[in-house]
């Protein structure tokens, strides 16, 4: 299973950004997917999840403007990205929680990362 993410870039506070993570090869389903990053000198953290109902979950600091979604039949997720600040700066990564056939276990997958800047 990969997970290619996309989207990142250089915007100015108070701007958007939409990231999007495509998993593909050998998929069965697709549980939890989720978006996390990671600043300079800081551990990663999350930053949302959502599951394979809809259900959403974010970091306090980023309610009200981030928004993730899914595209079940594209094994895609989506973080729309609102009222960037610069401490928003961070390399962005997508995960999913993948059963790759039919009765095995689930394993977790992570993206390669995509840089998000913040700055005027």
């Known amino acids: 299973v990969q997970l290619q993410a996309s989207g990142g870039g250089l915007v100015q506070p108070g701007g958007s950004l939409r990231l999007s993570c495509a998993a593909s090869?050998?998929?069965?389903?697709?549980?939890?997917m989720g978006w996390y990053r990671q600043a300079p000198g800081k551990q990663r953290e999350l930053v949302a999840t959502i599951t394979s109902v809809g259900n959403t979950n974010y970091l306090d600091s980023v309610k009200g403007r981030f928004t993730i979604s899914r595209d079940n039949a594209k094994n895609t997720v989506y973080l729309q990205m609102n009222s960037l600040k610069p401490e928003d700066t961070a390399v962005y990564y997508c995960s999913a929680n993948v059963q790759s056939h039919s009765g095995w276990s689930r394993d977790d997958y992570w993206g390669q990362g995509t840089l998000v800047t913040v700055s005027s």
């Open positions: 090869g050998s998929i069965f389903r697709i549980y939890a």
